[in-house]
């Protein structure tokens, strides 16, 4: 049996929390990846999910945690290397459709900054598929330090946040329409 790594942890709390909320019917989780990269020795998890109170509109939300080789390596080999380097990335990222004007890109910078803070790297991309007519936006926020087992409550309580966030877009979203 081997000692689990931080990710494992970390996994397990986030894998745990959202299948709750999924059960208690809160959120519906909609796809689920559990990636180990040989190539280049990383792992990475990812989770998406909406609330199940979800009308007009649609807003669907994933959390991905990430461990490269010198994550991993610093963690097992605390002797050989910097224990800062242990831990994990976290993104997150908010999906929805339709959005191009800019006013309204700007207004969803405000929604996302009064939730998660002046301090976070907010970033949105819009793309536009002519042959379906299909605007995708997407909303991602990453962290500028690693995440580690002592961080492990914000972790769920980072999913609270993920959820009013997704309520405030689908608010904002329906009265636009």
Not at 102 to 120: A, F, H, P, Y
Not at 148 to 170: A, G, S, W, Y
């Amino acid at each position: 049996m081997f000692d689990p790594t931080a990710f494992d942890n970390m996994k397990v709390v986030i894998e745990g929390a959202l299948y709750d909320l999924d059960l208690a019917g809160e959120i519906v989780i909609t796809d689920r990846n559990d990636i180990v990269n040989m190539a280049k020795m990383s792992r990475s998890f990812d989770v998406h999910f909406q609330l199940t109170s979800s009308q007009q509109a649609s807003v669907t939300a994933k959390l991905e945690i990430k461990a490269d080789l010198i994550n991993l390596a610093a963690e097992l080999l605390p002797n050989s290397l910097s224990q800062k380097d242990a831990g994990c990335t976290i993104k997150l990222q908010f999906f929805h459709y339709g959005i191009t004007d800019e006013g309204q890109l700007k207004k969803i910078r405000e929604i996302m900054t009064d939730i998660w803070g002046e301090s976070r790297q907010i970033s949105q991309s819009v793309t536009y598929t002519p042959s379906k007519l299909l605007i995708h936006n997407s909303i991602s926020i990453e962290f500028d330090r690693l995440i580690n087992e002592d961080q492990m409550d914000d972790l769920v309580e980072m999913i609270d946040f993920m959820m009013k966030t997704i309520e405030h877009l689908q608010s904002y979203l329906i009265d636009l329409s």
